[in-house]
Each structure stands twice: as structure tokens, then as C-alpha cells.
């Protein structure tokens, strides 16, 4: 993901799409919403969208599937859902939602997941409307070239966004297919709350994307919000210094957080993150590569 393997054509594509999901989450603030309203309207746009992985567009695992992992977290009492292993349900976003909000639990998985999904009145979908000929050519190159055990390149990565509302309160909301060539169902740390995913008022609301296994080990989310919230770290300093401790690991990714306080950012060690942001004084702006 660089200027030099992109299109012209393909950046202007993803700054589209990025600029509809931002927008949508943009129109839920100013018209009074709350932080979590705006990361779940901007997932599922990101969700439907096939230029990303997730929902629609998700990569296929290694026999040809597409399975789906979504978590959501609430700064203001630190509730969250997530669920794991999906493929039917149209947003994972929305259904990771529906288990903060109408079940006891936080984490649900597969089969249970999709039952709770029909019982929630969720859009469904045949596992059809997922698959995209990209993603299935991905696979197959993989497959051919016998690159390793799944896209160890990363180029295919997670969704999510992070706000903070007019109160203060902060969200934040991740989505995933997973890994090009995944198997034995391989959970990655999108749905891990406080791995990929982690909101509290008291520090930030954090989303991830990168290599997961390391993100996982590092606990990268909740991380960084106990560097703020007891360390005094500022955010982007904090941010900054996990992705350092996950890079000591050998894994990269990128990162991007809000704080109660209004101050938003991210940071990356890949050639590009995929990103927008917007505020209350007019900023808007879409971002790919590095310096931009």
C-alpha cells in the first residue's frame, strides 16, 4: 500500500469510501448523538463497502469462506460486545452491539452468535453476499505461491473508528474478515476487548489494525489507555509507544484514538493507514500513505 503499487484510480476509490463512512458517523454527532451512534453508523458503512476487510469485501479463510469478527466498546461504564466467526449476519458491527446491549455476555462466537443474531431481528444475509472475486483471487494466490500459513503481509487490514461526543463520552467500534488463508478458526484480536478494541471516559477509545497475534500479547488497546489514564502519558505519546513494544515483537500495524478531552489521532509503522477524521470546527480530512 504504497504511492507506487496504487492506482490512481484505486486511491481515489478508498478516499470515497473512507469520506461516506466518516461522514455518516460526522452527521450522527452534530445532530446530537452519542459517540457510540457515530463508531457503529461509520463500521457498518466501512462493513458494506467491499474495498475493505470487512463484512462484504472480508477476506476468504483458507477453505473458502468468509467468517467475520466485530467488538464494540462504551467509554462511559466500559460496557462492550463482541462477536467472532459470523457468516451470515450483514453487519457484525451491529450484532456486537445487540450483545452489549440485549444479552449477558460479552463475547459470542459462530453458530450461538448467528442464533442470537435471528433473535435480534438482525439483517441476514447469504454467505454469498460477502464474497468479492478480489478476495477470492487473494486466497488463490496465496494457495499457488505457498506464501506460509495465511497473508503474513497484512495488506488486507481491519476497520474501525473511535469518537467523542458533545458529553465527553468516547466509543469505539472494530471489524474484521480476519486474515487471508486463516485456519482452525483463528480468532484474531479485533474481538478481543483491549486487544484491538478499548473505550473508557477516564483515558481514550481505541481501535487497532496490524498484526494481530502481537497486538494480542501486548493487550494494545487497553495498553495504551493505562499509559494515559495512570502513566499521564499524553495520547499520541502512549499510542507511539505500543506500537514501538509491538514492533520489538516484529509486527506492524497502525492505530487510532479519541480522548474525552476532543483530541484525536493515530499512528502507523506500515506505508499507509487507511484513515479520516473530523471535528466540531470543521475539520475534515482522508488519509493513505505516510506524510499525508
Known amino acids: 500500500m504504497t504511492r507506487e503499487t496504487m492506482d490512481a484510480a484505486a486511491i481515489i476509490a478508498h478516499e470515497a469510501a473512507l469520506g461516506v463512512a466518516l461522514d455518516a458517523g460526522r452527521a450522527v454527532l452534530e445532530a446530537g448523538g452519542n ?30 469462506t ?7 466498546m462504551d467509554g462511559r461504564a466500559r460496557d462492550a460486545g463482541a462477536v467472532c466467526g459470523v457468516t451470515h449476519t450483514r453487519n457484525p458491527v451491529m450484532l ?36 468479492t472475486e478480489e478476495r477470492w483471487r487473494q486466497l488463490q494466490e496465496l494457495k499457488a505461491r505457498k506464501l506460509g500459513w495465511f497473508d503474513a503481509g497484512l495488506k ?25 488463508g486463516k485456519r482452525w478458526g483463528r480468532i484474531g484480536y479485533s474481538t478481543l476487548i483491549g486487544a484491538g478494541t478499548y473505550a473508557d471516559d477516564r483515558a481514550a477509545a481505541i481501535s487497532c489494525t496490524g498484526s494481530g497475534e502481537q497486538f494480542m500479547r501486548v493487550g494494545a488497546a487497553h495498553e495504551i489507555c493505562a499509559r494515559i489514564r495512570l502513566g499521564g502519558e ?59
Open 35 to 64: 459517540a457510540l451512534d457515530a463508531v457503529c453508523a461509520a463500521v457498518a458503512e466501512l462493513e458494506d463497502d467491499p474495498h475493505f476487510n470487512a463484512g462484504r469485501g472480508a477476506v476468504f479463510t483458507y477453505h473458502g
Open 66 to 72: 468468509n467468517e467475520l469478527d466485530a467488538a464494540v
Open 96 to 131: 456486537a452491539r445487540a450483545v452489549m446491549e440485549q444479552s449477558p455476555h460479552v463475547f459470542l462466537s459462530g453458530a450461538g452468535a448467528e442464533e442470537f443474531a435471528r433473535e435480534q431481528g438482525a439483517v441476514m444475509v447469504d454467505p454469498d453476499w460477502f464474497a
Open 156 to 180: 488486507y487490514g481491519t476497520v474501525g473508528a473511535v469518537a467523542v461526543d458533545a458529553m465527553g463520552h468516547v466509543a469505539a467500534a472494530t471489524s474484521t474478515g480476519g486474515l487471508t
Open 234 to 292: 499524553q495520547a499520541q505519546a502512549a499510542t507511539e509507544a505500543v506500537l514501538a513494544e509491538i514492533g520489538a515483537m516484529e509486527g506492524v500495524g497502525g492505530i487510532i484514538y479519541a480522548t474525552p478531552a476532543g483530541e484525536t489521532g493515530f499512528a502507523f509503522t506500515t506505508p499507509g493507514l487507511f484513515r479520516g477524521r473530523a471535528d466540531s470546527n470543521g475539520l475534515r480530512e482522508v488519509g493513505i500513505f505516510g506524510g499525508t
